[in-house]
Every structure is written in structure tokens, then in C-alpha cells.
């Protein structure tokens, strides 16, 4: 188990030339490697450090951890979130295990730093059902994805092309929910495979929106329009009405005429 982060000051390295014999450089590594180990992990030196953190009922990423680690493995544990960085500092990683976690999103830039160095990565058996389409970015890793609950559409279809799938379990990637009903329960890279192109399908769906979007503004300017000529129309009449209510000039005219005869 990890030691008091206090050890590694206490212990100081020998001067060249002191009689310390091989076995005991080793043992003196060893004891460091401890103190530089999260409290609730293992640590151990395989020309680079192992750290063990299975089943340790972590709910986050444990901080501090040695800056040449090589494997980090994180699996059955409570996490739910992977942020942003938050390998940054391990650019010795290579095997990285995020298994049988709770895993609900993971931030674009989280393996920001591994990118290059690691070489597997484990995310089966979480609750992922989808990824920002440049979570892997520049990641060479083969990475393993089965067992969460996927939703089927274009950003993941986006993810996965971009990725190296472990073949072992790329069929076990399966579509817990999708945009056609008819692919649920299907292996994803089948789906693809055979020519299916989810992102046709969300192309056709803002087609649709956009469709509805316009004709019920269309509605609207015609209705509108309608309107605004009946309303027109009432004001023309009503003004119709006005004009012939009054006397006509032809009348008025005679009037005149009578009543200069009579002066």
C-alpha cells in the first residue's frame, strides 16, 4: 500500500561510492516508488511504475500519481466522469484500464498527453452511450468499447472511424438505442459494415426540421397576408359605404339651380 508522502524526504539517496550493494539500490527504489504511490493504490517498479488501483471504491482519478508510470489500472471502481487532462502529466503510460467503472462522459482533451505513448486503453463495461467526436484525437492506442449502453448515430459513427477497435471485442459493441429502431441490439461496425450511414439519417432528419421550420413560417406570412387583405377589404367597404351615404354633387347642383330660379 502507499506510504506517507513524508517518506521520500526521509530517505536520501547514497553518495557515489558509498559501500550500498545492488541489492540494496533496489530496495531503496522500490521504497521510493511507494512514497511517490496514491494512498489507496499499489505501486510496484517494472522498469517503470505499476499502479494498481482495482477495487478501491474510487469515484475520480487519483491525483499525484507517479509522473513514470507506465500501467494504470482503475477498473471496478465508482468513477463517473473522465475530465479534461487527466492523464496530462503520465507521458511514460502505456496501458491504461478504465473498466467496469461507472463511466457516464469522458471530456474531449482527456488523454491529452498519453496520445502518443499509450498503447491500450479499456472503457468495456461503463455507461457510455456516446463520445464528443474528437475524444481520441492523435490516439494510437487500441482501444476497447464493448459492453456500454451505445445510442447509434453520426458523432459516434464519427468516434469510431477514427479508432482502432481491439478485435477481440469490436463486435461486442452493440447499439443499445439508435436513430432507426431496426439496428437496437445490433453490433455497430456490422451496421456500418454493410453500408448503413447513420449520419444520412440525422442529414435527413434537419432536412425535416428545417422542412416543418418553413412551412409553418410560410403559414404564418399567409395567414397573415389573408388577413391583413380581409381587414383591407372591411375597411373599403365600410369606407364604400361613407362615400355613398353622402349627398351627390349632381344633387346639390340641382338645389343650387332651383333656388337662384325662385330669387
Known amino acids: ?145 464493448s459492453h456500454n449502453p451505445w445510442h447509434c448515430e453520426c458523432s459516434l459513427q464519427e468516434v469510431l472511424r477514427e479508432l482502432r477497435l481491439d478485435p477481440e471485442t469490436v463486435n461486442e459493441v452493440i447499439c443499445y438505442t439508435a436513430v432507426q429502431e431496426e439496428y437496437v441490439g445490433q453490433s455497430v461496425i456490422q451496421v456500418l459494415d454493410s453500408g448503413i450511414n447513420f449520419c444520412n439519417f440525422h442529414h435527413k432528419t434537419t432536412d425535416v426540421a428545417m422542412f416543418v421550420a418553413m412551412f409553418g413560417w410560410f403559414s404564418m406570412v399567409t395567414a397573415y397576408i389573408i388577413y391583413y387583405i380581409k381587414h383591407n377589404q372591411e375597411d373599403a367597404r365600410r369606407h364604400m359605404e361613407y362615400l355613398k351615404s353622402l349627398p351627390s354633387t349632381s344633387h346639390i347642383s340641382k338645389d343650387y339651380d332651383t333656388a337662384s330660379s325662385v330669387l
Open 1 to 145: 500500500m502507499g506510504a506517507s508522502p513524508r517518506c521520500r524526504s526521509s530517505i536520501q539517496p547514497p553518495s557515489f561510492g558509498s559501500p550500498f550493494s545492488v541489492g540494496t539500490l533496489w530496495l531503496l527504489s522500490m521504497i521510493m516508488t511507494a512514497c511517490a504511490c496514491p494512498k489507496v493504490c499499489h505501486c510496484t517498479d517494472r522498469n517503470g511504475v505499476v499502479v494498481q488501483c482495482t477495487s478501491r471504491n474510487l469515484e475520480s482519478i487519483p491525483t499525484n500519481l507517479p509522473k513514470d508510470t507506465v500501467i494504470l489500472l482503475l477498473s471496478s471502481n465508482r468513477i463517473r466522469h473522465i475530465t479534461r487532462e487527466a492523464f496530462a502529466d503520465l507521458h511514460r503510460l502505456r496501458e491504461l484500464d478504465l473498466s467496469q467503472n461507472a463511466i457516464e462522459n469522458v471530456e474531449v482533451g482527456a488523454f491529452q498527453g498519453i496520445s502518443e505513448s499509450l498503447r491500450t486503453l479499456d472503457l468495456s463495461n461503463n455507461h457510455l452511450t456516446g463520445l464528443p467526436k474528437d475524444t481520441f484525437a492523435k490516439l494510437h492506442a487500441r482501444v476497447r468499447l
